[in-house]
């Protein structure tokens, strides 16, 4: 067990507020529940009707950028994607998150048996009409003690999507056309009546892949998406064998899929 998180709760459960014009975040703590790292969170808060985004931005925007550099006693501090969702408006479909987010993190210490101090540099941006940039920074210590915050970071972890794979989500990803940007067809099992979203990834953050459009014509127990296949880097053939990462978000539940597309 974590020599760290026995210790008494000498912390608050989150550090103060880091406020820019439109927005602001903070770092929050978990109470201990792993023997191998402690948790803790990314909490940003934005106006109402702003937002900010995913990893994989889609047409426009930017994702955030986590610098836990300037941490004491900090071997690793693994940032946990929640699952997002798709918005639409002038600049094109972007994706990430509305109002309010909490990053779950997962920070394993350098030595277990002295403090850990969790330091953030974050760079972002929000965008309601307009995207602008911004910034924050906080500072937490981690004793992995109760924490009044317990129930908005595990209710942020369980958003996070589980990795399954193509065969436990009866998910395939194939390829129907030669052409220079050929069309990969998704087929996936789905609840009937139920509002499905899929973000498609490559291998690499170089690779800006389009955001899968649903298509007509499933039974009722599974959905089609259609995409082309664009936005590779220089120098990669569409036509040749990689990986690709789907996230198919389903309601309140996600899932991760990687599958190799032939």
Known sequence: M????AQPALADDASA???DLRSSMRLIAGSASNATFLRAGVEIKMQPGWKTYWRYPGDSGVPPRFDFSASDNVKSAAV?????????DESGTSIGYKENVIFPVHVVPRDSGKPVTLRLKLDYAVCEK???P?????????????????KSLAGAEALVPKRVTAAEAQFTAKRVTASSKPLVYVDLAAPPGA?????A????AEWALPIPNQAQGAPPDRRHFGFELD??????DPKGPFELTFTVVTGGKAAEITTHLD
Do not use: D, Y
Not at 134 to 150: R, V
Not at 195 to 199: A, M, S
Not at 231 to 236: F, T
């Open 2 to 5: 974590l020599a760290a998180s």
């Open 17 to 19: 507020w880091s406020e």
């Open 80 to 88: 946990q994607w929640p699952a997002p969702h798709r918005f639409t």
């Open 130 to 132: 307009l995207c602008v």
């Open 134 to 150: 911004a910034q924050g920074s906080a500072e937490l210590a981690l004793s992995g003690s109760p924490s009044t915050l317990e």
């Open 195 to 199: 509002n499905v979203e899929i973000f």
């Open 201 to 204: 990834e490559g291998p690499t």
């Open 231 to 236: 936005g590779l880097p220089p120098g990669v």
